[in-house]
């Protein structure tokens, strides 16, 4: 079973910067894809971003070019970089880990969540 815990939520006015990230134990991290989604008060949760072993990206439109996903193996841990950022991305962010077969990616295991939230 993968522990995934997440870490840099906090508040920001819009137009800040923020980054989240995630440390994965219990599984060889590299080999994992990864990924976060996060769930805005009142409604369901959403891919954000996601990442492949082989460090292949895939972004929500909502956030191409204001995101960044990256991965470091070594610290086994995910990262997410958040520029330029809107009061419609205020949510709790997940984290979360799983396998990836040819272009599909499944997630099995979620962390705790961090809030994250942007002022106007």
């Known amino acids: 079973q993968v522990r995934l815990v997440e870490s840099g939520g906090g508040l920001v006015q819009a137009g800040g910067s923020l980054r989240l990230s995630c440390t994965a134990s219990?599984?060889?991290?590299?080999?994992?894809?990864m990924g976060w989604y996060r769930q805005p008060p009142g409604k369901q949760r959403e891919m954000v971003a996601t990442?492949?072993?082989?460090?292949?990206?895939n972004y929500a439109d909502s956030v191409k070019g204001r995101f960044t996903i990256s991965r470091d193996n070594a610290k086994s841990t995910v990262y997410l970089q958040m520029n330029s950022l809107k009061p419609e991305d205020t949510a709790v962010y997940y984290c979360?880990?799983?396998?990836?077969?040819?272009?599909?990616?499944?997630?099995?295991?979620w962390g705790q969540g961090t809030q994250v939230t942007v002022s106007s």
């Open positions: 219990g599984s060889i991290f590299s080999s994992n894809a």
């Open positions: 990442i492949g072993s082989s460090d292949s990206t």
């Open positions: 979360t880990a799983g396998t990836q077969y040819r272009s599909t990616r499944t997630f099995t295991s």
